[in-house]
Nanobody
């Protein structure tokens, strides 16, 4: 059974950078045909796919983040991380890490990643941006 667990700071000031880590157990993040993504939900709004990383290390992002996001991984620890710069109160949300299955022999794009069904989720971590 795959399990994901987010960790990171709960409170940030505007202009600071957010760093979150997702620890994965029950499967390797190197396994082919999986998307490991970050998804958030602002208060009173729907889910927003932010970005993801594939088993080959390639990353894909939601264009709405305008280059503020980066995703990295540490295969030795079986975890992947999100960094989001220039935080504003509009970035206040519950942040989730999640896994989806990718089809083989497919050209992967951010849009493709965002539309995949995510079957495994972390419990989520609240991030609040406030001065």
């Amino acid at each position: 059974q795959v399990q994901l667990q987010e960790s990171g700071p709960g409170l940030l000031k505007p202009s600071q950078a957010l760093s979150l880590t997702c620890a994965v157990s029950g499967d390797s993040i190197n396994t082919d045909y999986y998307a490991w993504s970050w998804i958030r939900q602002p208060p009173g709004k729907g889910l927003e796919w932010m970005g993801g990383i594939a088993s080959d290390g390639k990353t894909y992002f939601n264009p709405s983040l305008r280059g503020r996001a980066s995703i990295s991984r540490d295969t030795s620890k079986n975890q992947f991380s999100l960094r989001l710069t220039s935080m504003t109160p509009e970035d206040t949300a519950i942040y989730y890490c999640a896994r989806a299955t990718l089809a083989p022999d497919t050209y992967y794009t951010g849009s493709y990643f965002s539309r995949r069904p995510y079957n495994y989720w972390g419990q989520g971590t609240q991030v609040t941006v406030s001065s």
